[in-house]
Every structure is written in structure tokens, then in C-alpha cells.
């Protein structure tokens, strides 16, 4: 009996260094074609420069920025140089073996790899020793579930809602009170413990709860009782409270339902009770119908986007060391006829067709220039766009036209989120703005963690860092987030960049980031938003 466990174990052993040797072929190999992958992105990028501009002395630094060393055709290749041909041309690049560059990598795969395997053989060894059942217990938990599910009628009733609620109030609470916490405790104290339902406090200023199995009689009660029970809870802060500054507006749905879908439901019945003097809860279905009607309103957006029916506001950003407004963010709102005033985030993730992306974008960007063009003295103005657009050659050749007829604009900065940037900051044609000289500057948004150093490094025309929300909203309760802060600080010092704050509300939070070394700061705290005939008129 040794004797054949001890063989077991041989073969085990066996098999586990083959399994770690197959898997760091698999690894050397993956690192490998992340190399010829990045090699051909230099090629491409290459490639789409001007002939003018493809003298050696560019190519060497595109070639730097992908950590490469490029070598011209006239002088000797090393052994150590590959030749890439992409788009019609081909360089030779000298770059690193996988096992060199990326040895902290492949060192760290193969300690999981060895640890995976201890793991699965120590577990192999418990399940050989594990207890067995009876047969008598397998069979009382049969039936014990199935009778659990004959007398809950949850279980069986196919007729259940997931609900939606949106609740928002008029009366301003007190600037240190934790409306998630607060709210979340009373009404788990209204509330049956049998019903499953989550809390979340959302940026905008509404209370959003979600309701799961909730039968057909209750749905419309439900809402009516939330109303209820928030209208007895901030009375107790808010003694001149009266009923009609609460509104509840509510989705129920039965089959599975896009989240983006569902939250514009409910706030459409949000609005629906805001613009009623004696209904405070309004409850609207989202059936397949519905839901098919709202897929189809991207036509509609882009539509009013063509026809001007919108309206750009203009968030200041203030500098601290300077003491007045640097810069304005361009922001969307698209006054739909169903949804109303509809801002661009909340249908923007709707928005799948590449010409819709190019007609929005375009849309934004020659109306901010005309802005400029009128007001020349104005602030700087920065734009978001989206990353369709960043990655499209054709959008980026048409900006560059539209920037360089409008003289008057001195300098444009645009943003693109801290994730779209970090996942393709080798795709994006920003290099492109670089070499023709155009005056503008790049901002990495939302960022809510450490940057990523290296690929900020290499783009010469990103000139700030917007800390996301997230990061800022009451900074100064959690240690954690001022960690963060500081770390992001100090790496944006080592690039040269500047850090800005998103959403500031308070002077706790207004404070707190000068002592973090925060260079600037925009959000409702200084100001609320211009809208566009009033910048043009200020």
C-alpha cells in the first residue's frame, strides 16, 4: 500500500512539473507576442505620419516611447534586432527577450503556479480522508427543501417584480450627515426582515433602493410606503418638512433588463412626480415593449444632437495658487421631448453606432470653438471625448483642421478617462495632434487610483489629472482615500502634471485637498453651472 501511494505521489509530482513547465511556455510565449504586437503599433504609428515628418529622429522617439531601440537602414543591424513590417513599412527594432524584460513576471506566474499545485494536492489529500454520508441524512435533506419550498410562496410564485426606486427631497440635510448609513438604518427598521433590498446613495443627490422578489399587489404599496417612511425620517431632522417636497419615482420589471434602461425609466417617473403638485409616487413597468422603445432612442439623441436641441453648460475650475478660474469643462444636455433635460452620461452608453459617436463629438467641439471664437479671452475650455473618436485617424485629422481655422483659440484641452487611457493609450492617435503642432493638452479623468506612471510618461501632451468623485466626496472622514491622494500627488509632481479635484461639495473637502498638495478643484462648492448664453454674455 506504501509503495503505491509512493508512486502516486512520484506521478503527481511528475505531472505537476510538466503542468508548470507547459504553462510557462504558454507564458513565455504570450509575453513574446505582446512584444511584436507593441513592435507593429510603432510600425502603424509610423505609418501614419506624414512622409515629411518620417525622419529618423521621430522615429527613434515613437520607437523610445514603446521601449524599443530603432535602427536605420543605412547603419549595421545587431543580432538583437528584428525587423517589423506593418501598413506597408518595416523597421528594425532592437528590444529585449521575454525571459529578460519580464523575469519579476515570469518569477511571480511560476511561485502561483507551484502554489496552485501544492494547494490542489493537499486538497486531494483531505478528499481521499473525507467523511462519508448516509444515505438516510442525503434523503431527509431532500425532503426537507422540498418541503421549505411547498410552503414558501416566494419560491413558487412566478409572478414576482424586481423593483427600482428613485427618491429625492427638496429640503437640504446637514452637510455631515451619511445619507447611505442614515437612510439604509431606517429603513431596515420599517421594513420586514424577509424582504431583500440594497441601499445606495447616488452622486446626483437621489436615494436609489432596489427591491428583489416583490409580488404584483405590493408593487404600487411599496412605493407609497417609502414615501412614507422618508417623509417620517427626515421630518425628524427637518421639523418644516411637508410631504410634497419628498417624490418617489419607481421601475418594476420581471424578466432581466439593461441597468441603464431601468434607471432612465425611473427617473422619468422621478420627473413625472416632480412636475405634480399632488402625486408624489409615480411607478412605471418596463416591458419588453418599453424596453425594445428605449434601445431605439439613440436615433432619437442623435436627432436632437442634428436639430440643436441642446444646450452646453460650463463647469469653472479653479486654481488654487492662481485664485480665479483656469479652465471651463464643456458639458451636455440634450433636452429630450419624453425624458426632458437629459445630461450626456445617461445616454451616451446607449450610443453603439461609430457615426453617432462622430456626430456627437463633432457636434460639441465646433460649438465650444464658436464659443471661443466669440469670446477669445475667455478661460481655457476642456472637452471629453469619446474613445471611438481617439481611436478613429479621421476624427483626429478632422480636429486638427477645425483647430487650426479657429485662430483665436489659444489652447484646448480635452479629456479622456483614466480607463480608456490606460487600455488604449497604445491605439490612441493623440501623437498625431504632437507632430502637427496643434495647440492643444490631454487630461487623464476619473482617476480614483494610483497612476500608471509609464504610460503617462510617454505622452507628451497630457498636461493635468482629474481625481474622480469617488476619490474626493468627503476626503477628509477617510484616511484611506487621502493615501491615495498623496500617492497620486507625488507621481503627478515626478511627470510634471497638474492635479485637479472633481465634485468638490464642501470647505471640509475644499481644505483638505490645498493640505494634500491639490493644485485645483471644480464642483458645486464654488459654483453651480453656466449655461451658454450666459458664458457668452459674462
Same mark, same amino acid.
Given at each position: ?13 511528475v ?7 507547459? @504553462?510557462? %511556455? ?11 504586437? #507593441?513592435?507593429?503599433?510603432?510600425v ?15 522615429? *527613434?522617439?515613437?520607437?523610445? &516611447?514603446?521601449?524599443?531601440? +530603432?535602427?536605420?537602414?543605412?547603419k ?8 517589423? !513590417?506593418?501598413a506597408?513599412? !518595416?523597421?528594425?527594432?532592437?528590444? &529585449? ?8 513576471? %515570469? ?8 502554489? =496552485? ?18 444515505? !438516510?441524512?442525503?434523503?431527509l ?24 426606486? =428613485? ?27 424577509s424582504?431583500? +433590498? ?20 405590493d ?6 410606503k ?18 410634497k ?7 418594476? +420589471? ?10 432612465q425609466?425611473a427617473?422619468? *417617473?422621478?420627473?413625472?412626480?416632480n ?13 419588453k ?9 439613440? /436615433?432619437?439623441?442623435i436627432?436632437?444632437?442634428?436639430? #440643436? &436641441? ?28 419624453? @425624458?426632458? @433635460? ?18 456627437? /463629438?463633432?457636434?460639441?467641439?465646433? &460649438?465650444?470653438?464658436?464659443? =471661443? ?18 481611436? /478613429? ?7 486638427v ?6 485662430n ?15 487600455? +488604449? ?13 496643434v ?9 480614483? !487610483?494610483? @497612476? ?6 510617454e505622452?507628451?501632451?497630457?498636461? *493635468? ?5 469617488? =476619490? ?28 485637479? *479635484? ?37
Amino acid at each position: 500500500m506504501q509503495s503505491k501511494l509512493k508512486s502516486l505521489n512520484w506521478r503527481m509530482v511528475v505531472v505537476g512539473l510538466a503542468v508548470v513547465f507547459a @504553462l510557462n %511556455i504558454l507564458l513565455l510565449h504570450l509575453l513574446h507576442l505582446q512584444i511584436h504586437q #507593441r513592435a507593429e503599433a510603432v510600425v502603424e504609428r509610423v505609418a501614419k505620419l506624414p512622409e515629411e515628418l518620417r525622419t529618423q529622429s521621430n522615429i *527613434a522617439a515613437i520607437a523610445q &516611447q514603446f521601449k524599443f531601440e +530603432y535602427v536605420a537602414d543605412d547603419k549595421p543591424v545587431p543580432d538583437e534586432a528584428t525587423r517589423f !513590417s506593418a501598413a506597408g513599412i !518595416s523597421l528594425n527594432l532592437v528590444h &529585449q527577450k521575454p525571459y529578460q524584460k519580464h523575469a519579476y513576471i %515570469i518569477l511571480f506566474f511560476n511561485i502561483l503556479f507551484v502554489g =496552485l499545485l501544492v494547494f490542489v494536492y493537499r486538497w486531494w489529500q483531505v478528499y481521499q480522508v473525507r467523511p462519508k454520508r448516509f444515505l !438516510s441524512d442525503e434523503k431527509l435533506d431532500i425532503q426537507h427543501s422540498s418541503a421549505m419550498s411547498a410552503v414558501d410562496p416566494k419560491v413558487a410564485d412566478s409572478s414576482l417584480f424586481k423593483v427600482f426606486l =428613485l427618491i429625492r427631497w427638496a429640503a437640504k440635510l446637514d452637510a455631515n450627515l451619511d445619507e447611505n448609513s442614515h437612510f439604509s438604518v431606517a429603513l431596515h427598521k420599517h421594513l420586514p426582515s424577509s424582504m431583500k +433590498y440594497s441601499v445606495k446613495y447616488l452622486n446626483s443627490g437621489a436615494l436609489a433602493v432596489t427591491f428583489e422578489k416583490v409580488a404584483w399587489g405590493d408593487v404600487i404599496e411599496l412605493g407609497k410606503k417609502l414615501h412614507e417612511i422618508m417623509f417620517r425620517t427626515i421630518r425628524a431632522i427637518r421639523g418644516d418638512l411637508s410631504r410634497k417636497q419628498i417624490k418617489v419615482g419607481g421601475c418594476f +420589471y420581471q424578466h432581466e433588463a439593461e441597468q441603464a434602461n431601468v434607471y432612465q425609466l425611473a427617473r422619468a *417617473a422621478l420627473e413625472i412626480a416632480n412636475n405634480n403638485v399632488w402625486q408624489h409616487v409615480h411607478m412605471m413597468p418596463l416591458d419588453k415593449t418599453h424596453a425594445n422603445a428605449m434601445q431605439s432612442n439613440e /436615433d432619437d439623441f442623435i436627432r436632437c444632437i442634428e436639430n #440643436r &436641441q441642446f444646450v452646453l453648460f460650463f463647469q469653472p475650475l479653479f486654481g488654487f495658487e492662481q485664485q480665479d478660474i483656469i479652465q471651463n469643462e464643456v458639458l451636455l444636455r440634450v433636452r429630450h421631448a419624453q @425624458l426632458g @433635460l437629459i445630461a450626456a452620461k445617461q445616454f451616451i452608453p446607449q450610443l453603439h453606432s461609430k457615426h453617432n459617436l462622430e456626430v456627437l /463629438d463633432k457636434t460639441i467641439v465646433t &460649438q465650444a470653438i464658436t464659443i =471661443l471664437t466669440k469670446e477669445p479671452h475667455k478661460a481655457d475650455v476642456s472637452i471629453n471625448l469619446h474613445i471611438e473618436n481617439w481611436l /478613429d485617424i479621421d476624427f483626429i485629422h478632422w480636429l486638427v483642421a477645425v483647430i487650426r481655422d479657429a485662430n483665436q483659440v489659444k489652447k484646448l484641452t480635452f479629456e479622456v478617462s483614466a480607463d480608456d487611457y490606460y487600455k +488604449y493609450h497604445q491605439q490612441i492617435n493623440v501623437q498625431q495632434l504632437f507632430f502637427t503642432g496643434v495647440n492643444v493638452a490631454l487630461t487623464i479623468d476619473h482617476v480614483e !487610483s494610483p @497612476l500608471m506612471v509609464n504610460t503617462i510618461r510617454e505622452n507628451q501632451l497630457i498636461s *493635468a489629472v482629474k481625481l474622480g468623485f469617488g =476619490l474626493v466626496h468627503k476626503v477628509q472622514q477617510s484616511a484611506q482615500q487621502q493615501k491615495t491622494i498623496k500617492q497620486i500627488v507625488y507621481q503627478a509632481k515626478r511627470l510634471n502634471v497638474a492635479v485637479y *479635484a472633481v465634485g468638490v461639495e464642501t470647505q471640509a473637502e475644499l481644505d483638505c485637498l490645498k493640505s494634500l498638495g491639490v493644485h485645483g478643484a471644480q464642483g458645486y462648492y464654488f459654483a453651480e453651472l453656466l449655461q451658454q448664453l450666459e458664458l457668452v454674455r459674462y
